[in-house]
């Protein structure tokens, strides 16, 4: 399997936004109950750090970041998103996608990356701490599933070596 990280391109946004309902429906991913549209999901996220992986040429994964505050102090703290389709799950994709955003967010000047994951999501937490993300925090009952049941989520960051020292 030659797998490839590219720039992700509007043109993505089906295979994107289906890779994101599996994870949805995993009630494990996100708190989110649908997908958004393109134009909302895009004014949320930042305009650059945004990969897919591909195989084949079929988008497999993907992985973008959202700005942490609006104020100018947090412009170098960013929010984690990374998805992959169920099939390719547990085959290094998610490892190689975050590997690749840490690279492209420290190009762009962000000094750390952190990540909101469901308590319950124990592969993202191990996916996470893999490359170099550290618990930094613990939040009871942050918000109610698709189902209505409270969650629980941790707090994992990950401080660039270079920026922002």
Known sequence: ME????EMKEKDWEAV???YLEGIDTKLATFQ????SYESWDRSHVETCRLVAEVDDKVIG????SPYSSRSVYSGVAEVSVYIKASQRRKQVGEKLLQ???FEAE?????TLQSGIMEINSASIALHSKVGFRFVGYRERIAKDSNGVWQ???LMERRSPFVGI
């Open 17 to 19: 936004a289906q890779i």
């Open 107 to 111: 190009k762009e000047g962000f000094w």
């Open 100 to 102: 690749a955003l840490i």
């Open 33 to 36: 109950a649908e997908v958004p």
């Open 152 to 154: 629980n989520s941790v």
């Open 3 to 6: 797998m490839t990280i590219r």
């Open 62 to 65: 993907w992985t973008a970041l």
